[in-house]
């Protein structure tokens, strides 16, 4: 019999889900980088000062995602290889998941 692995553990196993919160620092920040946004828009800063902002908080999220996209692939999807119907849902949820990002 498999022994259960702990939630602290980085891969998926029996609805248990890698751990993400590596990336609380970097949501932080680009919530931090929103409010000064936000505060560049009531102060009616200078419009490319501000659009340089929303693209550094669009990296920042980026980051977050890619990260948590990789972790998914190299834990979640990996462990599904020893059952081909698992899988094969593994692989359909990724196709929906590129989807969604292109859109």
Known sequence: MK???EKSE????ENL???HKKEIPRLNRAIGQMEGVKRMIEEQRYC????IQLKAVRSAIKSVESNILKSHLECCVKDSFSNKEE??????EI???LD???S
């Open 3 to 5: 022994e259960k692995k």
């Open 10 to 13: 980085s891969c998926c196993y």
């Open 17 to 19: 889900h890698p751990s």
């Open 48 to 51: 490319p000062e501000i659009l």
């Open 87 to 92: 899988s094969q849902k593994k692989i359909m």
């Open 95 to 97: 196709k929906d998941l």
């Open 100 to 102: 969604k990002f292109q």
